[in-house]
């Protein structure tokens, strides 16, 4: 069984400024993958960044980077310099299992941009 | 590249027909696809998950005879909603991924908005 925990339902950042969004998770598997996925208006969903669980290195893409504590099982993003489009809903999941592996999402939350 | 494409974006029947949606990987082999169902504001829910050339593996509580789900082809799922009622009204989105990519990533199609009436 797999679940994430995203216990900011809201958050709101200034424009240039730095925003972290928490999620926890929990898994059965030994193998398994971490993403963060954003969702603007359009409902698009958008891939932002992707965590191997074997890697201890944290991933970065751009201005986005993430903290992942294996042993704690926490994988928070952060965003650098935030613009008015990283407005949108994030939602973290993870991925685990073999070959009929699920993808389990975080309840998400709603990141809010202000001039 | 992984690009997904979704069909039609939105669609408005009557309560009783069927709708089909359609789910297509444009530059990637999707060994498997998935649908999800999403509710305003809320995250999404996995209906089920098919793999070309096998029969869909649906989640708990999700009516195999009321959400028909085909995975023909490498590149195309359908999800066919039959005798469409109001309840069954809400955002459904596609995702495909090759498993010969990095890491089980999932591509989202843009979503399909049904309103049934």
């Known amino acids: 069984a797999q679940t994430v925990t995203q216990s900011q339902p809201e958050m709101s950042v200034q424009e240039a400024e730095t925003v972290t969004l928490s999620c926890t998770y929990d898994?059965?598997?030994?193998?398994?993958?971490l993403f963060w996925y954003k969702q603007p208006p359009s409902r698009q969903m958008i891939l932002v960044i992707r965590?191997?669980?074997?890697?201890?290195q944290n991933a970065t893409e751009n201005r986005f980077s993430v903290n992942f504590q294996k042993a704690a099982k926490s994988f928070s993003l952060k965003i650098s310099d935030s613009q008015l489009g990283d407005a949108a809903m994030y939602f973290c999941?993870?991925?685990?299992?073999?070959?009929?592996?699920?993808?389990?999402f975080g309840q998400g939350t709603i990141l809010t941009v202000h001039p | 590249g992984a690009v997904v494409s979704q069909h039609p974006s939105w669609v408005i029947c009557k309560s009783g027909t069927s709708v089909k949606i359609e789910c297509r990987s444009l530059?990637?082999?999707?060994?498997?696809m998935f649908w999800y169902r999403q509710f305003p504001k809320q995250s999404l829910m996995l209906m089920a998950t098919?793999?070309?050339?096998?029969?869909?593996?649906?989640e708990q509580g999700v009516e195999k005879d009321k959400f028909l789900i085909n995975h023909a082809s490498l590149t195309l799922s359908t999800l066919t909603v039959t005798s469409a009622h109001p309840e069954d009204s809400s955002f459904y989105i596609c995702?495909?991924?090759?498993?010969?990519?990095?890491?089980?990533?999932?591509?989202f199609g843009p979503g399909t908005r049904l309103l049934v009436l």
């Open positions: 995702s495909a991924s090759d498993r010969q990519g990095a890491g089980k990533t999932q591509y």
């Open positions: 898994t059965s598997e030994s193998d398994y993958y």
């Open positions: 965590q191997e669980a074997y890697k201890q």
């Open positions: 999941a993870v991925f685990g299992g073999t070959s009929y592996g699920k993808l389990t």
């Open positions: 530059d990637f082999q999707a060994t498997t």
């Open positions: 098919s793999n070309e050339g096998s029969k869909a593996t649906y």
